[in-house]
């Protein structure tokens, strides 16, 4: 198999269409056994519970090409666990965790000309959604849905790779408590759309989402989680129903812990307490983890230790020990790495 010819150092975060997506059709009940489809247009009723009342929800992963030259990807189990859990939410029907598997790892291998070749810093992004399709004006469920899966080879989610952001402490809220910031719902992302644009306007990275019902404690950003590290080399992470269950999070938990010996703690984290931090990092299968240098909380500037130059030792370990498993440079814990076949 031939890749394509593409510069892959050059991608940054953007959509470019590959060969293949997946498709498969929820209707009078049931799920129909999908496809593998080359049209990448979807033509939908003006009245589609997606288009107005925003029913849809999705996944993000990556697969990766290792250091012997396998395709892989990443804990998609977890994945698929997770869009159960926002189908749940939003009144949609569950496309099964395994039929996810099996549908992931099926939509890499028909677009493995796009996955980017080991060395290059580029991965193929995998994007599942599902969404509901059907005529719906009454504010309720709709009775269709479809699930697909599509793929785009990317860089940095952030340009400039590692260096280090700085991002602004929001005066908009992302997510109510008992509401739905801990699923992932395409309507999680449309309202920050305009706190996002404002962020960019004004020079910053990212948002910092506090909670909303206190706008004392740390939430996440529009997409990623935080880790702190403590000047001690503890690494802390915000505990909160209202953020997302970043999968990248629980990995570098897992990572610094068993391959690093560091002690890890989740707890509810005081926006007071961030000028304490040494290293800021924003995780999640874009930002892979990239360091914060700074936040700036109404013009009051808080630094991080590890500074604007580079990313901090713990964060560029979590980082590498992480990448370097995806890569298959380091052993992987058991069931991390599914061998795309
Ligand atoms: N938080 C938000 C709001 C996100 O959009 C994402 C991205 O998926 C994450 C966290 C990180 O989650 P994961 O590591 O599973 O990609
Ligand atoms: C991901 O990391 O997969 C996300 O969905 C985050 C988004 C900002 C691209």
């Known amino acids: 198999m031939d890749k394509k010819d593409i510069d892959w150092g050059d991608l940054g975060f ?11 059709d929820f209707k009078d009940g049931k799920w129909d056994e999908g496809r593998l489809i080359e049209d990448e247009n979807i033509v939908l009723n003006e009245c589609a519970g997606v288009l107005q009342y925003a029913q849809t929800i999705f996944e993000g992963l990556k697969a990766y090409t290792t250091k012997s030259g396998k395709i892989v990807t990443f804990r998609p189990d977890l994945n698929g666990e997770r869009l159960e859990n926002s189908a ?6 569950v496309f099964p965790k395994e039929r ?7 939509t890499i291998k028909a677009n493995e000309a796009w996955v980017p070749p080991y060395g290059s810093g580029a991965t ?9 399709s059907n005529a719906v004006i009454g504010v309720k469920p709709a009775d269709e849905y479809q699930f697909r899966i599509f793929t785009t080879p990317v860089g940095p989610y952030f340009k400039g790779g590692v260096k280090p952001l700085t991002i602004k402490v929001s005066d908009f809220d992302r997510a109510a408590p008992r509401g739905t910031g801990d699923i992932k719902a395409g309507l999680n ?3 920050s759309l305009h706190p996002i644009v404002v962020a960019h306007e004004e020079g910053f990275a990212e948002n910092m989402y506090l909670d909303a019902a206190t706008r004392t404690k740390v939430e996440e950003t529009g997409g990623a989680n935080f880790i702190f590290v403590t000047k001690d080399k503890k690494i802390v992470t915000p505990k909160s129903d209202s953020i997302l269950p970043s999968i990248t999070k629980r ?28 290293e800021c990092g924003l995780c999640g299968t874009a930002a892979v983890i ?9 013009g009051r500037e808080i630094c991080f230790e590890s500074g604007m130059e580079s990313m901090g030792q713990i964060c560029g370990k979590l980082r590498d020990t992480l990448t370097g498993i995806q ?12 061998p795309v076949e």
């Not at 953007?14 to 498969?24: A, L």
């Not at 193929?124 to 509901?132: C, D, H, I, S």
């Not at 990995?251 to 926006?271: N, P, Q």
């Open 14 to 24: 953007g959509y470019i269409k590959t060969d293949k997506r997946f498709v498969s």
């Open 88 to 93: 749940k939410r939003l009144e949609m029907p």
């Open 100 to 106: 996810f598997i099996e549908a992931v790892l099926a």
């Open 124 to 132: 193929l992004y995998v994007r599942p959604y599902m969404f509901g």
């Open 189 to 191: 992302y449309a309202m």
């Open 251 to 278: 990995s570098l938990l897992t990572v610094a812990k068993d391959y690093l010996g560091l002690e890890v703690i989740e707890r509810e984290v005081l926006f007071s307490e961030i000028e304490e931090f040494a």
């Open 290 to 298: 990239s360091p914060v240098g700074k936040v700036n909380d109404h």
């Open 327 to 338: 890569l298959g440079e380091i052993e992987a814990p058991e069931g991390w790495i599914y």
